[in-house]
């Protein structure tokens, strides 16, 4: 098969390193892709919202699947856009239709959705900046912390945690009237605060059966003991140490169950991932929010994890026939550290040499922002690069991943030194 993965980031390095290892994979195309992906497969530079333009190379390409990566294409329905198109239609995409995809496009559309098929998640209401004042209302009824999310996509970055009642007043009139997050909070959700620890389901499903790989748990916040600004992620541990059988079994018979089922009640159809971000609140867990693709950098402990081929399962979701498939799971924990540049989340300069690649023993690096310049891999984003590694235990993967850290440098590269300090 010739197959397409869209995206730039570490999560599609990791999907391209995964297929590459596939003996059904003829040959392997990402768009735009990165330093990393252009070692394994063909970059072909277009972006993952110019539906046309991959169209064009699809055709070209003679391509027979394609997996999306990033959330922007799906929620703007290149899923359909497929569908509706003869010379495409044959082509299996891996990632839910428009409809669905507002699972993560709308969290009013969440909320309604955990709602009407009795989903566990936090009492929230929604509000825009013709009911400010009932918004303010609201905020007065809750305990501190507040939580503020942005009603639409908003690159990880939508949600506000606040302990001062005035400030969460203040910042929700810069998210509504002001547009702090653009056209993603012309609606904003306020949600009542769970005291938890938190930690992130995969599911698979074909529209009809589901099921779930590996838990993780990312770590979110730029500094050391989860303080400062929210990032894309900053690490990731997989599986969860404190995910017990009984646990899982409540995830999947309280949550998993319902949301597949409730996929199939409101029609809204389905084939690929579904991410739920969920809280353990005592023994209980509650979701705080679904994605409809992978996480990252979730993906880089998750798929490396997975010893089942692939696209096997990608081919099996396209033909409606995952309950055949059996999930073979390495046993052993996975850790992914993550490199950033120096200002991230802020302002931060690219175009810096990254030095020490060659001498990584024992890990794998996940490339995200990061390109090939005139032969030297160079930064290109924020998160610049993912460092995985195994381990019998999560201490000793962490402990692999930080040595093989201290071989690689950039200008002003930063990365957290506590991954793992809540368990």
Partial sequence: MNI???GSGGRE????WKIAQSPLCKSLFVTPGNSGTSRIAINLP???TDFQAIKN???ENKIDMVVVGPEDPLVEGIHDFFLNDDTLKHVTVIGPQKAAAELEGS????????MRHNIPTAAYESFTAANLEEGYAFLEKLQAPYVLKADGLAAGKGVLILNDLEEAKTELKHMLVDSKFGNASTKVVIEEFLHGIELSCFVLTDGKDYKILPTAKDYKRIGEGDTGLNTGGMGAISPVPFATD???QKIETRIVKPTIEGLKKDNLPYVGFVFIGLIKVGDDPKVIEYNVRMGDPETEVVLPRLK????EIFKAMGNETLSEINLDIDSRAATTIMLVSGGYPEAYEKGKEIFGLET??????FHAGAQLKDGKIVTSGGRVMAITSFGETYQEAIKKSYQNIDKLCFDKMYFRKDIGFDL
Avoid: R
């Fill in 246 to 248: 009984d646990f899982l």
């Fill in 308 to 311: 089942t081929d692939i696209v």
């Fill in 46 to 48: 277009i972006a993952v």
């Fill in 4 to 6: 397409l993965v869209l």
């Fill in 13 to 16: 390095h990791t999907f391209a």
């Fill in 360 to 365: 990584i023993e024992d890990s794998i690096p």
């Fill in 107 to 114: 969290k009013e559309f969440a909320k309604k959705f955990m």
């Fill in 57 to 59: 190379a699809v055709v």
